[in-house]
């Protein structure tokens, strides 16, 4: 359906848990975290049931997220149930990548189609210091099994953190060359954990993609299946391509396609403005989905023109990336 500025809304992403198993600096605090608590959190059964409601007025493309999406019990009976939802033609997972080597052929059998992985340094000491004890190895095992069932397109979501990663971009854009990888470089968006965001470590796409010209030709760009907001370039003589997120220096806004869900069913129109609906009471309580349909559809109607991420998170705002799901 169309929001009240006439873009066509048709991308849900679900959060299928505030948990997560890494305490990335910049995402999660280290340590007093208050989790939603076991009633609040919604069953797959629930959340596959709103996926039904989203898709009867329009939704076609669902993600999964989190927190982290794998350490959710069970996560490909949901991956199952939306994709026995007919008019949903797309799912996606977000993952650390630390879980889902062992999870893969049951997360493709079950109707995955592309996952995008997280991955911000490939020097293992520096991949532990930013996820505060993530274990390298383990993504990059899980980016070969990826690329060995061909969840094509596969992509990697490396946030571009100056004075720490900005030294590995033409890394990052070799792997790009060398296999069928879409590299998206996400500018550092002031959200989530604020004590590590710095403005003066924000690095724009434009700085992120002269660095890579001074190396690599950049072909024209193009559109990837799922490409969202990014722009995409093809390496030169390469197999993949780099992409690049500029929520900071050029927002998006006004070719969004998508709504949020949270993990305790709170409908969030917009990742950086604070409204959210509150699904829960309507979808406990009622048998029929006309008021769940109504929900969808006012907060849809009611998606907001653009982010004002620019100025600053806020004091007020009270919730975290991964309690919103990124
Ligand atoms: N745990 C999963 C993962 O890390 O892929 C899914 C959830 S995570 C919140 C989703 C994405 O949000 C990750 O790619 C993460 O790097 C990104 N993210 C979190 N905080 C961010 C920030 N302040 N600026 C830019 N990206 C951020
Ligand atoms: Fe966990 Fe993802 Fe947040 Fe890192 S970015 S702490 S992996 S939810």
Redesign the pocket.
């Known amino acids: 359906m169309l929001d009240g500025q006439g873009r066509e809304i048709n991308y849900l992403r679900v959060s299928v848990t505030d948990r997560?198993n890494?305490r990335?600096q910049?995402?999660m605090p280290e340590t007093g975290i208050s989790y939603v608590g076991h009633n609040d959190i919604l069953s797959l059964e629930e959340i596959a049931h709103l996926v039904r409601v989203g898709a009867s007025i329009g939704i076609r493309k669902v993600r999964l997220?989190?927190?982290?999406?794998l350490v959710r019990r069970n996560i490909s009976q949901l991956v199952h149930y939306i994709n026995d939802i007919k008019e949903i033609d797309d799912i996606a997972i977000?993952?650390?990548g630390i879980l889902f080597a062992p999870l893969a052929e049951e997360l493709k059998a079950a109707g995955l189609k592309r996952v995008?992985?997280?991955l911000?340094s490939m020097v293992a000491e520096k991949y532990r210091f930013i996820t505060r004890s993530g274990d390298l190895s383990a993504v990059l095992n899980s980016i070969e099994k990826a690329l060995a069932l061909e969840l094509h397109p596969i992509k990697i979501?490396t946030?571009v953190i100056k004075g720490f990663n900005d030294n590995e971009i033409m890394d990052f854009a070799e792997l790009a060359c060398k296999y069928p990888l879409h590299i998206r470089f996400?500018?550092?968006?002031?959200?989530?954990d604020l004590l590590f965001?710095r403005r003066d470590r924000l690095m724009t796409s434009q700085e992120i993609k002269q660095r890579i010209e001074q190396e690599y030709v950049l072909e024209e760009s193009f559109k990837i299946e799922g490409s969202g907001p990014a722009n995409y370039y093809k390496i030169g003589g390469g197999m993949g391509s780099v992409g690049f997120i500029s929520p900071m220096s050029n927002h998006f806004c006004g070719r969004c396609n998508r709504i949020r869900m949270t993990a305790e069913g709170k409908l969030r129109a917009c990742l950086y403005e604070q409204g959210e609906t509150d699904l829960k009471p309507a979808l406990r309580r009622s048998t029929d989905d006309e008021e769940l349909k109504q929900l969808f559809m006012q907060t849809i109607f009611s998606k907001p023109k653009r982010h004002h991420m620019q100025s600053g998170w806020g004091e007020d705002n009270h919730r975290m990336?991964?309690q919103i799901?990124?």
């Open positions: 997560c890494l990335c910049y995402c997220t989190g927190g982290e999406p977000t993952t650390n995008n992985f997280s911000d979501n946030v996400i500018e550092f968006m002031p959200i989530g965001w990336m991964y799901g990124g």
